[in-house]
T-cell receptor, first 114, second 109 residues
Framework: DVKVTQSSRYLVKRTGEKVFLECVQD?????MFWYRQDPGLGLRLIYF???????EKGDIPEGYSVSREKKERFSLILESASTNQTSMYLC?????????????FGEGSWLTVV | GQQVMQIPQYQHVQEGEDFTTYCNSS?????IQWYKQRPGGHPVFLIQ?????EVKKQKRLTFQFGEAKKNSSLHITATQTTDVGTYFC?????????FGTGTSLTVIP
């Protein structure tokens, strides 16, 4: 079975803290993604990576950075958390075969910044 | 860039009623996918359509891709409480995936 695992399901952090969200996939997928989901806004892409050490900005990269040191692991970093980053964060992966792929999501990480 | 509208944003139906959600794009899409997200869960792939005018069925769910490949719909016949959730259309170009804003379905028993 396809598996995308996010390390933390629920987190509460203080404003200004550095936050790490970890994601691991076991499907040997080349592509990995971080989305945030907010009511009425759907899924918005923060960053994605199509290879180890490669990263591309998505639609809303400001305030975030990512790290992909190994193929199976993609980390999202909030350098200095702010209350407007309170959201649900979804990690996902897909294989590198172009249009018509499907994307597999982790369970999500609910982050509250107080 | 591509703009895709998904409507309605919310829908409440009585159990047994039908439900439809629509995605409309300003440009031609190479493919369309549909995902379902249960409350508290994560989006899960339902189906993919790639051909103009394609229609696919999964039990009570019918998926259509428009002739011009600019719109798509998901229709649920005789909704059940297990259909509750948010339905997203999505498409991908190259390595990127894009999602509609989703339709949140509530089924009233």
């Amino acid at each position: 079975d396809v598996k995308v695992t996010q390390s933390s399901r629920y987190l509460v952090k203080r404003t200004g803290e550095k936050v790490f969200l970890e994601c691991v996939q076991d499907m040997d997928h080349e592509n990995m993604f971080w989305y945030r989901q907010d009511p009425g806004l759907g899924l918005r892409l923060i960053y994605f990576s199509y290879d180890v050490k490669m990263k591309e900005k998505g639609d809303i990269p400001e305030g975030y950075s990512v790290s992909r040191e190994k193929k199976e692991r993609f980390s999202l970093i909030l350098e200095s958390a702010s209350t407007n980053q309170t959201s649900m964060y979804l990690c996902a992966s897909s294989s590198l075969t172009g249009a018509g792929n499907t994307i597999y999501f982790g369970e999500g990480s609910w982050l509250t910044v107080v | 860039g591509q703009q895709v509208m998904q409507i309605p944003q919310y829908q409440h139906v009585q159990e047994g009623e039908d439900f439809t959600t629509y995605c409309n794009s300003s440009t031609t899409l190479s493919n369309i996918q549909w995902y379902k997200q249960r409350p508290g869960g994560h989006p899960v792939f339902l189906i993919q359509l790639v051909k103009s005018g394609e229609v696919k069925k999964q039990k009570r769910l019918t998926f259509q891709f428009g002739e011009a490949k600019k719109n798509s719909s998901l229709h649920i016949t005789a909704t059940q409480t297990t259909d509750v959730g948010t339905y997203f259309c999505a498409w991908n170009t190259g390595n990127q995936f894009y999602f509609g804003t989703g339709t949140s379905l509530t089924v009233i028993p």
